[in-house]
């Protein structure tokens, strides 16, 4: 059975940082991508990252790029997102994904953490 | 990167057939297959219906189908039921290698 799990969420002040984890089981980790997508109190979802099966390739949202950072390590079967220079607008819920191959759709969610960002 | 543009709400009466439209650009919808939709109830995690355009997971129901025209996808739920109130949200791959959802459709079954 396949099952992702976030944790790290939690309430940090603008400014700071905040890393969330996500760990997998019940499929071949290290044959799928992993994205990061969230979504703001009562708003859509916003993609956030993602990274390549092997972490080789890692790519990110305009809104984050160079404050987020995407890694992997397939021997914990985890993938983390290092949040930094954290603002307001980066409050939501965090869910990690999986999509099996290139393309695909994202076929199983974790429940999300939720990151709230205020003073 | 812009969402793609959605109706903000769809409606339909038990066992009528609803349309959501997706509107991308050449550099989205319009360039690749890699189009999926979701279904999002209040409080759920979000829920993969449709794949790569038109292909359906194991477990959805055959009243959901999808389509793609140019630069607009699309999502048909036929036979409309209660349990289909929700919303919707597609989502395209991009030439620059990201994803970018939809703004998300409220579906209501009258």
């Known amino acids: 059975q396949v099952y992702l799990a976030e944790s790290g969420g939690g309430v940090v002040q603008p400014g700071r940082s905040l890393r969330l984890s996500c760990a997998a089981s019940?499929?071949?980790?290290?044959?799928?991508?992993i994205h990061w997508v969230r979504q703001a109190p009562g708003k859509g979802l916003e993609w956030v990252a993602v990274?390549?099966?092997?972490?080789?390739?890692?790519?990110?949202a305009d809104s984050v790029k160079g404050r987020f950072s995407i890694s992997r390590d397939n021997s914990k079967n985890t993938v983390q997102l290092q949040m930094s220079s954290l603002r307001g607008a980066d409050t939501a819920v965090y869910y990690c994904?999986?999509?099996?191959?290139f393309g695909s759709g994202f076929d199983y969610w974790g429940q999300g953490a939720l990151v709230t960002v205020s003073s | 990167q812009s969402a793609l543009t959605q109706p903000a709400s769809v409606s339909g009466s038990p066992g009528q057939s609803i349309t959501i439209s997706c509107t991308g650009t050449?550099?989205?919808?319009?360039?690749?297959?890699?189009v999926s939709w979701y279904q999002q109830h209040p409080g759920k995690t979000p829920k993969l219906m449709i794949y790569?355009?038109?292909n359906r997971p194991s477990g959805v129901s055959n009243r959901f189908s999808g389509s793609k025209s140019g630069n607009t996808a699309s999502l048909t739920i036929s036979g409309l039921q209660a349990e289909d109130e929700a919303v919707y949200y597609c989502?395209?791959?991009?030439?620059?290698?990201?994803?970018?959802f939809g703004t998300g459709t409220d579906v209501t079954v009258l």
């Open positions: 790569e355009v038109t």
């Open positions: 989502s395209s791959y991009t030439d620059r290698n990201t994803r970018v």
């Open positions: 019940g499929f071949s980790f290290d044959s799928s991508g």
């Open positions: 050449s550099g989205d919808i319009g360039a690749f297959t890699y």
């Open positions: 994904a999986r999509a099996p191959y």
């Open positions: 990274i390549s099966y092997d972490g080789s390739n890692k790519n990110y």
